[in-house]
Structures are given as C-alpha cells and as structure tokens.
Antibody
Framework: EVQLVQSGEEVKRPGESLKISCQGS????????IGWVRQMPDKGLEWLGT????????RYSPSFQGQVTLSADKSVTTAYLHLYSLKSSDTALYFC?????????????WGQGTLVTVSS | DIQMTQSPSTLSASVGDRVTITCRAS??????LAWYQQRPGEAPKLLIY???NLQGGVPSRFSGSGSGTEFTLTISSLQPDDFATYYC??????????FGGGTKVDVK
C-alpha cells in the first residue's frame, strides 16, 4: 500500500525556520516525483514545487521560488520542505503528494498534511 | 502562469441531483486536467486525471470531459459522501502547476 506520512504539527515564531518531512512507503520512492501543496486557512490549494527523489531535480512555482527549498533523501525514502524566515502569512496546512508519473503531473497519493502555525 | 477559473464557487444540491462543475483555463491545456475532492479535515483525493480517466476506486457516478480550455466534472447522482469541495488542476506546464479556486458542494 502506497503511503506518504508527514511530520507533525508545528508552532513557530516569526523569523524562525522549519523543515517538514514526508516519508514514502509501498513503492519505489526514487521513481516518482513528489510535490508540495499549501492550503492557507479556509483557502484553496497552491503548488509550491516538486522534486524527483532519485536525483533531487527540483521545479519550483514562480510564486514560491526563493521562499521554499525542497530536498530528498532516497536512502530513507523521505522528502523535505524547508521554510525560512517564517511570517504569520506562512500559517497553513502543507501537503506532500506523489505525482502519477509517466508524464502525468496530477497527484495520486497525498500525505495527511502538516499544520504550521506562525505566531508571536 | 495558466489561470484556472472554477464555477460556481458554491453549489447547493440534494441527494440524487445531477451536479456539474466547470473549470476554464486561461490558455489551451489540451487534456492535462485533473479533478480532486476534499472533505473537511482531509487531504485532497484524486478523482479524475487527464480530463476523463477515473482514478481507481472512484465511483462511476463521477465523470470528466472537455478539452482545450473548458472542462467539466459531473456527478450523475449526488450521494451523501459527495458533499465536499472540488478542485481542478492543470498540468499542461509541468513547471507551473495551478489549481482552480474550488467549488463547495453543500446541502440545499
């Protein structure tokens, strides 16, 4: 069974940094792109970027380029989302999701989401 | 970026109703469109990919159609589990994926 399991809820102060993890299981982790999606409170879905764990090739949304960093360690089948200089506007639910593959960039499996709250 | 516009933003319906949601792209995306369902407190769930392909395990009352810039998601007979928010996503440009703003289906 394919599963993506994310790290737990985080509460941070403005200016701090954060790393969210997403561990995959039940498939060859290195063979599928992993994307990250943000959902601000009561808002829609926004794509942040995508990484290919086999070689760590990354693609970033122009809207988030420079604000987030993606990384992956296929030896532990885990992808990471790094957020820096956090602001209250970074308060959101962050999802990782696996791309379908073979040229199809829809998302077939999702993590459970990591809630990030940034507050002084 | 390709902009995705969903309509309506909210739809009130009853169990058994036929429901149609529209997604319009700001430019041609061929058939590179997916639909997701999100219930409160849950992650999105893939319903349809590449415009009309039903994801495994998704009931056949869901269907998708369209091409180019206009796409629809149809629920042939709304069931209690289907009250949720639905999103479209384009992936014509794999380096700039975008979602529609969402359509909330609630009880009439």
């Amino acid at each position: 069974e394919v599963q993506l399991v994310q790290s737990g809820e985080e509460v941070k102060r403005p200016g701090e940094s954060l790393k969210i993890s997403c561990q995959g299981s039940g498939y060859r982790f290195g063979d599928y792109w992993i994307g990250w999606v943000r959902q601000m409170p009561d808002k829609g879905l926004e794509w942040l970027g995508t990484i290919y764990p086999d070689d760590s090739e990354t693609r970033y949304s122009p809207s988030f380029q420079g604000q987030v960093t993606l990384s992956a360690d296929k030896s532990v089948t885990t992808a990471y989302l790094h957020l820096y200089s956090l602001k209250s506007s970074d308060t959101a639910l962050y999802f990782c999701a696996r791309h379908v593959g073979q040229g199809d960039y829809s998302f077939d499996y999702w993590g459970q989401g990591t809630l990030v709250t940034v507050s002084s | 970026d390709i902009q995705m516009t969903q309509s309506p933003s909210t739809l009130s319906a009853s169990v058994g109703d036929r429901v149609t949601i529209t997604c319009r792209a700001s430019q041609n995306i061929n058939k590179w469109l997916a639909w997701y369902q999100q219930r409160p407190g849950e992650a999105p769930k893939l319903l349809i990919y590449r415009t009309s392909n039903l994801q495994g395990g998704v009931p056949s009352r869901f269907s998708g159609s369209g091409s180019g810039t206009e796409f629809t998601l149809t629920i042939s007979s709304l069931q209690p589990d289907d009250f949720a928010t639905y999103y479209c996503q384009q992936y014509q440009t794999y380096y700039a994926l975008t979602f529609g703003g969402g359509t909330k289906v609630d009880v009439k």
